[in-house]
């Protein structure tokens, strides 16, 4: 297989349909409908329809239904975690990069059609389809970000990334306003919005899969293919100590992405048990705000990270998680209040995310082995989410209350955003 061209307009594009693609599954699945759909079904109501307990029980265990929702979303981060670097280095040294983005794209969007069946009686099944549907989505994504550094020059970078999150952005709020009017104005049963995410994302990613190529195949040294995942994670650890700046970015990017990811999965079951009056509808059409201010927030941020540099862009946008996360805790109590944090998280989500991405590959060295990296980059993000989606759980069960684990998010920022102020300057980032 031909090396891939870099700066090819054809690949590029082809690229960042995977996130108009792939995108449809943390909008409408951890997002919107199904959280909404999870709480409905999971609590339980008196004749009046108030709810008198949000405790579901499995295995005998009683537990709060989003503690529940937590650990097992946790555990999906840890399973990615612990199999994309072997995953990573089979497929450099098999040439199949390709085949394993499919494998797990088939995995996420079949979870995600299987959820059609989800109810309070079949607990046990519904959270291993919740549980298999994160882990495709993320496991593909493994490979997917793998590929911008082979297809894009590293000044264009910030742009190429910020035009995938900006494409999955449009793609996935055009199926959820779809999915709204079906379900509004047709009567739609809300299960079946979760067929159409596995149609959509299975479906707009054969684009994807049409031009990327396989990828070269590696020299394959003697050994255990298992243990080389993780032999290639220490090697790359023991590179990345000698990149003082890269090894700053990392640290702060692990600390910060235990409180961008784990406020993106939390915040609708955040407003649907912590603000008063805010109705099913309502909170969707603020999931949409976030979506369409995010497509802006994403390009802006790249613009802004151009005039100021990677590092600084990146200090920006955590400044405005810090006050989002304080201002929630202390005032948002009310639909109203809860619209302008909507709007605000919308901002910098796109920015943190698509600049987070791209300062990783403009750091990197000059190697080949980008998939090994790009494993070591998201094993970091992964066990960063496990850690912050665990302590927001276990705040919330030990206080019986989501608004007391804000706390650990506005932690998890400050810190992140001191690190940042460490790296030392470079080139391609200041």
């Known amino acids: 297989m031909a090396h891939l061209k870099k700066g090819d307009k054809r690949l590029i594009n082809a690229w960042t349909f995977y996130d108009w693609a792939n995108s449809s599954y943390p909008l409408v699945i951890t997002s919107a409908i199904f959280p909404i759909f999870y709480e409905n079904v999971t609590q339980t109501k008196d004749a009046s329809g108030k709810v ?18 937590t650990i097992v979303v946790a555990i999906s981060f840890g399973i990615v975690a612990l199999s994309s670097p072997i995953l990573s280095v089979i497929a450099d040294y098999s040439g199949s990069k390709k085949r394993f983005m499919q494998f797990f794209c088939w995995l996420g969007s079949l979870s995600c059609a299987s959820l059609f069946f989800f109810n309070k009686d ?22 997917y970000n793998a590929y911008l550094p082979e297809i894009a020059e590293p000044k264009d970078h910030d742009k190429v990334s910020a035009k995938g999150f900006g494409m999955g952005y449009f793609g996935s709020s055009l199926l959820l306003i779809i999915n709204l009017i079906l379900i509004k104005g047709f009567d739609m049963n809300a299960k079946w919005s979760f067929v159409s995410v596995a149609v959509w994302w299975i479906g707009f990613a054969q684009i994807t899969f049409a031009r990327l190529p396989n990828g070269t195949k590696a020299n394959l040294s003697e050994g255990n293919i298992v243990f080389k995942g993780f032999r290639e994670l220490k090697k790359v650890w023991l590179e990345l100590k000698h990149i003082k700046p890269l090894k700053r970015y990392l640290i702060a990017f692990f600390i910060y992405s235990m409180g961008v990811q784990t406020v993106m999965l939390m915040a609708v079951q955040f407003a649907k048990k912590e603000i008063v009056g805010l109705e099913d509808s309502n909170l969707i059409v603020s999931v949409l705000l976030i979506q369409f201010v995010g497509i802006l927030g994403s390009f802006l941020f790249s613009r802004l990270s151009k005039k100021i540099g990677n590092i600084k862009g990146l200090g920006v946008s955590l400044f405005i998680w810090i006050g989002i996360c304080v201002g929630t805790y202390k005032f948002v109590y009310t ?21 987070s991405r791209s300062t990783y590959s403009k750091l990197l060295p000059e190697t080949e082995d ?17 850690i912050g989606m665990l302590s927001f759980g276990a705040i919330e069960q030990a206080t019986g209350g989501m608004r007391n684990s804000l706390l650990a998010l506005i932690i998890f920022f400050v810190l992140g955003f001191l690190v940042l102020l460490t790296i030392p300057k470079t080139k391609n980032v200041q």
Do not use: H, R
Request: proline share 3%; hydrophobic share 55%; aromatic share 14%.
């Open 335 to 355: 639909p109203n209040a809860f619209y302008v944090v909507a709007c605000s998280v919308g901002l910098v989500m796109g920015g943190v995310q698509s600049l």
């Open 122 to 143: 079949n607990l046990g099944l519904g959270m291993v389809s919740i549980l298999c549907a994160s882990v495709g989505f993320w496991g593909s994504l493994v490979f």
């Open 370 to 386: 980008n998939a090994s990296y790009f494993s070591f980059f998201d094993v970091c993000e992964k066990i960063g989410i496990v």
């Open 52 to 69: 008198i307990s949000d405790v579901v029980t499995l295995f005998g265990v009683p537990i709060i239904n989003t503690v529940l929702y």
